[in-house]
């Protein structure tokens, strides 16, 4: 039993972060362009306090979101089973579920991709030291090779 948390990279969340921020931000400043651009005279206005304090409020929602974002996700790998952490919540997965793992593609794009006995794929973002990939490859005894899988599953090919 690994009685440590397993961090996720830090920089996989970030990248995440940014684009789900810029995708928010765009959201609130287009329904908020009124406050910002005069469509009668076709102009930006004079910056104010409204506008201050818009912008403040987005920085502000940012930051809240992204404390948590970073210090409330990781994996705890436990004799029968690993827990995902992910924003408080916990997802468990046993390692007798988990039917296949695609080591090719989990190395590559540096994340766990694997798919449960329910035939259901996953992708779970790589810890910091890739112990979770080694932990898997050891405890999950019932594992298909990827032409067994796809023989037995081919609607996932």
């Known amino acids: 039993m690994i009685d440590m948390k397993l961090k996720v990279k830090p920089w996989r969340i970030i990248w995440r972060f940014l684009i789900v921020l810029a995708v928010i931000l765009a959201i609130v400043f287009s329904s908020t362009i009124s406050v910002f651009y005069d469509f009668a005279n076709g102009e930006f206005y004079p910056w104010k306090s409204t506008?201050?304090?818009i912008v403040v409020a987005m920085v502000v929602l940012a930051v809240v979101a992204f404390i948590p974002s970073i210090t409330a996700s990781y994996y705890v790998c436990e004799n029968s089973y690993f827990l995902q952490v992910k924003y408080g919540?916990?997802?468990?997965f046993?390692?007798?579920n988990i039917e296949f793992i695609d080591f090719e593609k989990s190395?590559?794009?540096d994340?766990?991709?694997f798919y449960t006995r329910s035939s259901k794929m996953r992708y779970l973002l790589a810890d910091e030291n890739g112990i979770l990939l080694k932990t898997l490859k050891k405890k999950c005894d019932n594992l298909m090779d990827k032409d067994e899988f796809?023989?037995?599953h081919p609607e996932e090919r």
Do not use: A, P, S
């Not at 919540?89 to 468990?92: A, F, V």
């Open 89 to 92: 919540r916990e997802y468990q």
């Open 107 to 109: 190395e590559k794009k």
């Open 51 to 53: 506008q201050t304090i």
């Open 150 to 152: 796809y023989r037995v």
């Open 111 to 113: 994340m766990v991709i």
């Open 94 to 96: 046993d390692y007798k």
